[in-house]
DNA sequence: CATAGTTTCATACAACTGTTTGAAAAGCAA
DNA sequence: TTGCTTTTCAAACAGTTGTATGAAACTATG
């Protein structure tokens, strides 16, 4: 293994190209000439194009659960072993949201291509996705350490509707800033993750019951 | 045009393939023997590929917001032209929800068909899509009305959480469902509703400042 | 009936897909 | 250098894709 150089420029331009354009329209021959290497190079390295998506998700989806995690580590620690809701809410969704919409380009392709991956089902990434439950499964559990009187649904619903706003929001950039008009600031990413993280945690805080009272009681306070 | 048996046949076909399995792996071939007609129908019917798929998409969100505005109508005019927030917001989300979720097959198929539509991006409905903006703002101008102290920033955060919420959970049933191990019950589609609607309304009547201050407000009064 | 128009069909086409091949090139130890 | 392994490369492969063709079957009107 003299130098990872033809690998590592197909594993970048393969992460850029995916998170660019998604993966139905980006073919073997479309990488290898962003990569500027020859088109069995891939087969050569990576022995197929299924296991080259696969590689490329298994290690960014390791790496941002690591950093997911590790925020996760500090925010408890920091409360010592019972962290702020928020700050939990914040770990989970944080480093996603800060890899897309933030600076670093590596990154934000990174960020893009794990959104694509967990949105248009590839067969070589369906048979791993399954672990991400067991991922986050910790930050469930995390959430009912900072919110013990909330019931186990309520805690569900409340880091799935996280994700989902979180995800929606890097994925869809482009309608939000049409229908506002540019109004919704979307270059503020701490500002966003706010957001997320404010309403999830409302929607945490404050679920008993139906819409309909919810609103009486939100209504009450505002 | 004696009878449209064969185009109605491609038409439902296609649109219950795309549903299940996305635009990547569903090709003519496999619409025509799903549908019982010979493969050329399809270019002889609607030209091209991209048209059938186009057509699709046109019918189908043209339905779609018909029954989303129709169901905004009627709760505006149950308010006088005022509409409670909650209402707006399940004239907003009620339709595609209960159509995904719902025991109807072909109108699952469609709402499906909908959902697919609005994430794998593919180029015959890309070109179509601008004019969904166009349909939201009517919401967004609903909201407002039902909501006059509310900022538009606010507004336009809300109705994007809002389906945002809606469309991952019809999406990724499957991942809430693991998740929860079965105890977060997709198959009261109301019920559903009710949360999406219920937490948006909190985002919306909630929404000054950032997290820990949304958070210590729920707090007090949870 | 005949005939003009519409619709279906089997088949072929060119373009593109991921993958394989075998030889050339490069790297490196002796 | 020699000899062996690793890596690159152009070319070809078999399979699949959307589309086109021209003849056959059907339909309806005169």
Redesign the pocket.
């Known amino acids: ?3 990872d ?3 590592t420029a197909i594993l970048t331009a393969a992460e850029r190209l995916y998170a660019e354009r998604g993966f139905a ?6 990488i290898v000439a962003a990569a500027g ?9 990576f ?6 998506i696969a590689e490329l998700f298994v290690t960014r989806s390791l790496a941002t659960n690591r950093e997911r995690l590790n925020e996760l580590k500090m925010a408890e620690a920091a409360g010592g072993g019972r962290a702020d809701i928020e700050d939990v809410l914040r770990a989970l969704v944080g480093p996603t949201v800060r890899g897309c919409l933030g600076p670093d380009k590596q990154r934000s392709d990174a960020a893009r291509f794990m959104i694509r991956a967990s949105i248009e089902s590839v067969p070589p990434i369906r048979k791993i996705k399954n672990r991400e439950v067991d991922h986050l499964r910790k930050f469930a559990a995390a959430m009912r350490r900072s919110l013990p009187e909330c019931s186990d649904v309520d805690i569900y619903w409340g880091l799935h509707f996280a994700l989902a706003m979180a995800h929606q929001t890097i994925r869809d950039t482009e309608r939000l800033t049409k229908l506002s008009e540019g109004r919704c600031d979307l270059n503020d990413v701490n500002a966003i993750i706010d957001r997320v993280v404010a309403v999830a945690t409302l929607a945490l805080t404050t679920t008993s019951g139906r819409a309909s009272k919810t609103a009486r009681v939100a209504r009450a306070i505002g």
Chains 1, 2 share one sequence.
């Open positions: 293994m003299a130098s150089h033809t690998r329209d980006v073919t073997l021959r479309d290497v020859n088109l069995a190079a891939v087969n050569y390295h022995g197929s194009k299924d296991e080259l």
